[in-house]
């Protein structure tokens, strides 16, 4: 392409040449770039980016080889059924291997960051030249402090994942193999920090290692939000609390730990389990689900749903996102009228019509704060604005579908079925309900309605737990998103997103519409269901 228009632009100019005309009339702008950035940040744009990829290898590789040997070389050496029967708690063992993982995880992480940084600041200080008279590195305390508190959940994460995998191996190198595709898989986000004009943005910051690293390359040159810092530190925690779980169920599990028969960190989907009548799924079953439902979500349905947004959303909802919960408990022989509460309900049914409302009212203006907190990209209004196009072209009949009724059937399929009865069989109801929430918020991919989605998803869990019939929630979910379409088809599309930006509703309506989704939520979780209850402290026991 330069070929050819500098082969153009030499034509012209001597066809003007001939005629007896001042070639310089072909150029009429002259580009002249002026270099504007500081001698910091020049540093750090081209040696940040360097050590923001460095610094996360380094705090996988710190926590990669003290995790194999922890289990997997107690495994091979023979120690560790003695450590086993010693007289310390198990929880305590488990502790101790993982702080243990965690700290050197930190310490390799650290080291190189101090070593790099003084490589990289005296070496351009001796170096001499243009080089150095146009850069300079440095990190100021307020950046390395905030360094450090991110590094914290990263290196809390892969501790954990990579010493609940290693738990699966006999041997040291047969542990290697199972991590190796782990660690090449974190690199790839990580050096994501190489690519120029990458930036952190919202959607960005709960991918986890990317969000990292791409906050460490922002931070090298001096400039980072606060909110996106705080989101990254959020959701890398969510993830090491998640992946800690799973840790310490792996490491407490005497079968896992001691048993000949092979093993692998996918045995429970492979392993034939009995038809027991009332068998759940635990924990990590319902994490392994939501994990494979976001990469098909992810490497599937955003493609399919971008070639076509009517078909790609039908696809996704059925396949994709109902579908692998159906396979999952089919495998492992759970009972499925159980596991996703396939119950009857009873008259409270019809209070989930007024608190649907009053609900999406608060939810909107739950969403107006969000907004004027965080303020709203122009280009995430003109997406909005594109795709309530489609729906609203596609016919009312069509487009409810879509929007409320396969997404109120499939998701609750998911989340407020499978996912919420592994989740509260082993954690409990407390935290079985908000991690469920909380993984539905992050579900839709977008962060401007992480929060609202994810209290929505409390709320239903709540409902659905309580009166043990996923039918409620289903109710819940086709009246939220209906009204939601019926705003859209009766206000079109400006109508709707203006709303996302306008002030508050008046006081005392926002006031009413508590009062009414407070009314009409006590008494659907006034009680559980007696018999269920029943039920569910037997399996526990």
């Known amino acids: ?72 070389g107690e495994k091979e050496r023979g120690t560790l059924e003695t450590l086993l029967v010693s007289p ?81 191996a006999k041997t040291y190198k047969e542990a290697q193999g199972y991590l190796t595709p782990i660690f090449i898989a974190a690199e790839l986000p990580a050096m994501a920090a190489l690519l120029p004009g990458f930036e952190l943005s919202q959607a960005l ?15 090298m040159i001096g400039e980072f939000d606060p909110i996106l810092v705080a989101t990254v530190w959020l959701s890398t925690a969510f993830y090491a609390l998640l992946a800690l779980r799973w840790a310490s169920s792996i490491l407490s599990n005497e079968e896992v730990l001691l048993s000949e028969t092979k093993m692998s960190p996918f045995s429970s989907l492979s392993k034939k389990r009995p038809g027991i009548p009332g068998f759940t799924a635990g924990s990590s079953d319902s994490i392994l689900l939501f994990a494979v439902v976001i990469a098909l979500l992810w490497f599937i349905a955003v493609p399919l749903q971008k ?49 649907a409302i009053a609900g999406f009212f608060l939810v909107i203006q739950l969403q107006v704060l969000i907004f004027k ?17 489609t729906f609203t072209g596609s016919g009312p ?29 082993k954690w409990g109801a407390v935290a079985g309900i908000v991690v469920s929430g909380l993984l539905f918020g992050i579900f839709h991919l977008d962060p401007h309605r992480l929060i609202a989605t994810a209290i929505l998803g409390i709320v239903f869990g709540t409902i659905v737990w309580r009166r043990n019939s996923i039918f409620y929630g289903m109710i819940g979910h086709v ?47 006034k009680e559980q269901n007696v018999k269920q209850l029943s039920t569910d402290n037997t399996q526990r026991s």
Do not use: H
């Open 373 to 389: 907190i965080g303020g709203m990209p122009i280009e995430y209004l003109e997406m909005m604005e594109d795709v309530l196009k």
């Open 205 to 219: 910051a709960v991918v986890p290692v990317l969000n990292v690293t791409l906050l460490f390359k922002s931070m």
């Open 397 to 425: 009949i069509i487009g409810f579908i879509l929007i409320a009724l396969l997404p109120a059937i499939c998701e609750e399929l998911l989340f407020r079925g499978y996912i919420l009865d592994g989740l509260t069989r």
């Open 307 to 355: 070639a076509d947004l009517l078909i790609g959303l039908a696809v996704t909802e059925v396949f994709i996102v109902a579908l692998p919960a159906f396979i999952f408990a089919k495998r492992l022989k759970l009972n499925i009228k159980k596991t996703f509460r396939l119950n009857r309900v009873d008259s409270r049914i019809l209070l989930m019509i007024p608190l």
């Open 88 to 168: 310390v708690g198990r929880m305590e063992i488990v502790l101790g291997k993982y702080l243990t993982v965690f700290v050197l995880a930190l310490v390799n992480a650290l080291l190189n960051l101090i070593s790099m940084g003084l490589t990289i600041g005296v070496g351009l200080s001796s170096m001499g030249g243009p080089l150095s008279e146009n850069m300079a590195f440095s990190l100021s305390p307020l950046t390395l402090i905030m360094i450090l508190l991110e590094l914290l959940p990263l290196a809390a994460l892969f501790s954990a994942v990579f010493l609940a995998v290693s738990a699966f």
């Open 479 to 525: 009246l939220n998103n209906g009204i939601a379409f019926v705003i859209i088809i009766v206000g079109e599309t400006a109508f709707t997103l203006k709303y996302m930006g306008e002030d508050f509703a008046p006081l005392w309506s926002i006031f009413a519409a508590a009062v009414v989704f407070a009314i009409c939520l006590l008494p659907l979780i």
């Open 1 to 72: 392409e330069n070929l050819v228009n500098n082969y153009r632009i030499d034509i012209v100019t001597d066809r003007i040449a001939q005629a007896g005309l001042d070639s310089a009339i072909t150029r009429p702008v002259i580009r002249n770039t002026v270099n504007v950035a500081s001698e910091e940040k020049m540093g750090g744009m081209v040696f940040g980016r360097i050590l923001a990829l460095i610094l996360v290898l380094m705090v996988i590789t710190g926590a990669y080889y003290p995790s194999v040997d922890m289990v997997a």
